[in-house]
């Protein structure tokens, strides 16, 4: 059949001859070529040491935020599992009880909160859906795992430390 | 001879149509359908003398009849004025009766607080809906809100008084339904609040459905409290024998999960029968019903966003045995590597 484009090569196998026979030479030929790479500009970097700048809208792992007294903003509401185009986000709501206020927020919070992150696709529109600017896509890239049952990031992985600003004046002193 | 049945002939927004004498202008209105239709709050056409409070169905009467074509000198409230023949009715094509209801909404959300990630109405309350589409972004208003405590009417009903918008449909629901009225409004002006006396249980049969005449998140199911969102369960229409009422309910499933039984609402969000309190916080077994359809969802609701058409969805994944074995057995060996 006739090649449709016409840029068919048809390759001729031959014996070989003498100098290709011999190998040295072609050996030579191919450490010369990396030889040549040891004195040129590398193109790649040592990741984790080294990291690349990165866009200031990049979004990598979610964080789910706390206000600046340390409770959490998140209250359930649902428009971040709504508008997941790959519906990754799953939560369970709970009523806050007498004593927790230092916990959460409002009177509603998630008690479990999950990410799938092998079906989220980090478009962002969890965070611009949240009313309450509780959760935001700013960690690093989701790290690698074994199992699948392990990329659910729940609340341990995904609540933000509770930032304590005493220890940070004496890690200054 | 019959006596010849009399007709007015109304014309709404353009639109003429012929109703009975004594009709008011938003059922009128509503037998037209569509856009033209005046939103109401406080109106509720199974409750007699529900509207007039709210006045959110305010319209242009640009033509008073055909015997008398001077307009009416001000707004009127479409829940409440009769039509009379030949009268014109301008709703969303007049831009006095947009700018009022615009006015209107604002006025209602002045002591509404804006916790609709927490309210279990949301999704499906009539306020939000009515400030999406006619209200402001921000408030004027630069006083505090009026707080109340929330309140537990009985063991299944709990009152938040903060998001009340003193629409009364509850009072006529209890007016009504009930032989012995044990909630009505307390105060006057911006004091009034819903309240039983001295935090009295409700207990009557039909109690329950002051639940679903409630605009707003105010009244809410206790059985049903932080349990989902309403736009992640899928509504169901079913029916069981009840000796007390129709029994002819809406199920709001979660999975195999029913949360939450309320009665089954037309596109004006008005139960089409009231039904029991068994029926609403007992009866929560798909095994105690008889299911009927997926209830008709509007496609712009926010309740359609898990659309689906049939009871028990075909699987995505061929059922295979092999592969869950073997899938079983690659996770053993990953477990035991660990």
Known sequence: MQSLSNRKKVIEQKPMNIWERMYLPAIAKGLSITLRHFFKKIPTIKYPEEIRPYSKNFRGQHSLKRDEQGRERCTACGLCALSCPAEAITMTAAERQKGEENLYREEKYAAVYEINMLRCIFCGLCEEACPKEAIYLDGPHVTAEYLRRD???GKDKLVEPKFDITKLNKENA | MAEEVVKFKVTIDGIPVEVEPGTTILNAARQIGGDIVPPAM????KLEGTGGKCRTCL???????????RPMPK???SCRTTVMDGMEVQNITSPDVVEARK??????LINHPLDCPVCDQAGECKLQDLGYEHGDEGTRYEFERRTFERIDIGDKIQLHMNRCILCYRCVFVANQLTDEREHGVLNRGDHSEISTFIHKALNHDFVGNVIDVCPVGALTDKTFRFKNRVWFTKPVDAHRDCPTCAGKVTLWYKGDEVLRVTGRKDEYGEVEEFI??????????TSDWTLEEPTPVDHESVIGANHYLNFNPPSVIHED?????????QLARTERLK
């Open chain 1, 151 to 153: 990329f659910i990031y």
């Open chain 2, 59 to 69: 319209v242009k009467v640009s033509k008073g009849s055909e015997k008398d074509p």
């Open chain 2, 75 to 77: 707004l009127v409230a």
């Open chain 2, 321 to 329: 045995k092999k592969l869950q074995l073997a899938n079983e057995e």
């Open chain 2, 103 to 108: 006015g209107v909404v604002e006025m209602l």
């Open chain 2, 276 to 285: 029991c309190n068994t029926c609403r916080f007992e009866t929560k077994h």
């Open chain 2, 42 to 45: 406080c109106y509720y056409s």
